[in-house]
């Protein structure tokens, strides 16, 4: 029998993801370092691990709300209104989904009517435009450059605006690249927004990594509130990826059809993962700080080391990337990463795999120790040398 | 500059080149700022933390509450710089509460440990009373878990 006859066309359509590939290569490697690590190296502080274990104590095992604890959704109303002064009722505005990946599934799926478009800026997330396509709407991918140190302007996004125009996605500080928006540039964004009736998603997973700059929520820009969907979670600021919690926020309609799906395929979030998001909100500040510190450390070390090498690298100001151009060696991305494999065993991820914009990059993650980064920086010159 | 400070206390081995790039600080400047922290004593010294049961060498540590007489003019300090001078001493605090001065005592065996705060620790003048508690088993020292069960599960590429 042909299964994939029998698949959905549109799953079949998708492109299997490009790290997958990658993965199965080094993990059955000895002595590899990995720069390829989309992940905190990071284990969630203790004092919110330890506060699941208490609520499980308690007997918190049950069904949540849909929407999620009330507790919860009050805590996360309360820092985005402490980190950048944008309100949002607890009770209707905020959806608390399983990761951010989650939030921007139900985002797409309650949005999109078939053939409506969404902008998508490239180099992005691997899932941005699977999840575009699986809700039926189409991706439209709109390239950034290092020109223009991968943000986007009004200008570019213009070249892509049709009348199905429904959504534009973004993700800053951004993955892989590390990009971050300043609010300046930000607004004309927003005026873009306006001036074509868009539907704004702000995937901000990575805000609090943000570095020698400060991040700027789309949702608080002047009448931005009621056309953004902000997407935001624990998994990157508080070491919580395993636990699978984000949360979306925007104004009541939108939320309330997000939550239509969530509550018929998620039902709510794990209360497990929920206990401990609370206790991340209400005292797990002092560890963010000390965990940002030391990225910021380890981003400049690493950022040196590149340029070092002699590989064009611009200065990435959040999440944990750093996203060096390997053109110099006259190497695809693919080509430099399998090879620098191979015969260095350093892990990193091939640019193209965030989208074709992302060709003659390598996105390294410095989510791991100096001494790795220092280590890995050696083996990478070494390789960089034969050419 | 506390953030030096702190990464010299993670790890003191990076190089001033290194740690110069990792603070966005020329080189030369941190080379000087460690030397002047080492100068004023700031940095009191560079300490390697060895987990001994481990490496099969056998001591014991005892945690000593020892309740004092403070002295004129002194207080309590005169009493504690004597301690202090003994080598077996690895440890001393000035404490609230119900004792003065917490003693943390290493010694080969229990026998140099008795023998050290009757002949040592009890003599001295101004020394009222000891309450010896030994230490059974070190989980956290310095601030490192002993036998730290955390491991690495990581995928080696995630997106």
Known sequence: MNWSERLSPTVNAIPPSGIRRFFDIAADMKGVISLG?????????????????????????????????????????????????????????????????????????????????????????????????????????????IDNQFCITADQLEAYVTPRTKVLLIGYPNNPTGAVMTREALMSIAAFAQKHDLIVISDEI??????????????????????TIVLNGFSKAYA????????????ADFIGAMTKIHQYTMLCTPI???????????????QVTHMVTEYNQRRRLILDGFREIGLECFEPKGAFYVFPSIKSTGLTSLEFAEQLLMSEKVALVPGNAFGDSGEGFVRCSYATSTKNITEALQRIGRFVAKF | MKELLECLERDHTQSPEQLAVMLNRPAPEIAALIKQFQ??????????????????????????????????EVGFDAIAERICRYPE?????????????????????????????????????????????????????AGVIIDDLEEEHRLVVSP
Not at chain 1, 217 to 226: H, I, Q, Y
Not at chain 1, 277 to 284: C, M, Q, W, Y
Not at chain 2, 39 to 63: C, F, H, P, R, S
Request: proline share 4%; glycine share 6%.
């Open chain 1, 206 to 227: 990575y805000a609090k990594l943000t570095y020698d700059a400060t991040h700027t929520c789309f949702s608080s820009l002047p009448d931005m509130r009621d056309r």
């Open chain 1, 272 to 286: 497990t993962a929920q206990v401990a998001a609370i206790e991340a909100l209400k005292r797990g500040e002092s």
């Open chain 1, 240 to 251: 919580m990826t395993g636990w699978r919690i984000g949360y979306a926020a925007s104004n």
């Open chain 2, 89 to 141: 001493v690895r440890g001393l605090y000035l404490m609230s509460g119900g004792y003065d001065l917490s003693v943390t005592i290493e010694g080969a065996s229990l026998r140099d440990v008795a023998d050290f705060v009757s002949t040592k620790l009890s003599t001295i003048d101004g020394v009222v009373s000891t309450n010896t508690n030994f230490m059974l088993k070190k989980y956290k020292y």
């Open chain 1, 37 to 145: 690590v989309g992940e905190p190296d990071f284990v969630t502080p203790w004092h919110i691990r330890e506060s699941c274990i208490y609520g499980l104590h308690k007997g918190y095992t049950s069904y949540t709300s849909n929407y999620g604890l009330l507790e919860l959704r009050e805590e996360i109303v309360k820092s985005l209104y402490n980190d950048y002064q944008v309100t949002y009722d607890p009770r209707q505005e905020v959806l608390v989904t399983v990761g951010v990946s989650e939030a921007l599934d139900l985002a797409m799926r309650a949005l999109l009517s078939p053939g409506d478009e969404v902008l998508v800026p490239e180099p992005c997330y691997v899932s941005y435009k699977s999840c575009v396509t699986l809700a039926g709407g189409v991706a439209v991918t709109v390239p950034t450059s």
């Open chain 2, 39 to 72: 100068d004023e004593k700031i940095i009191l010294k560079y300490q390697t933390i060895i987990d001994w049961e481990k490496a099969g060498v056998d001591n014991v540590t005892a945690v000593i509450e020892v309740k004092i007489t403070p002295q004129r």
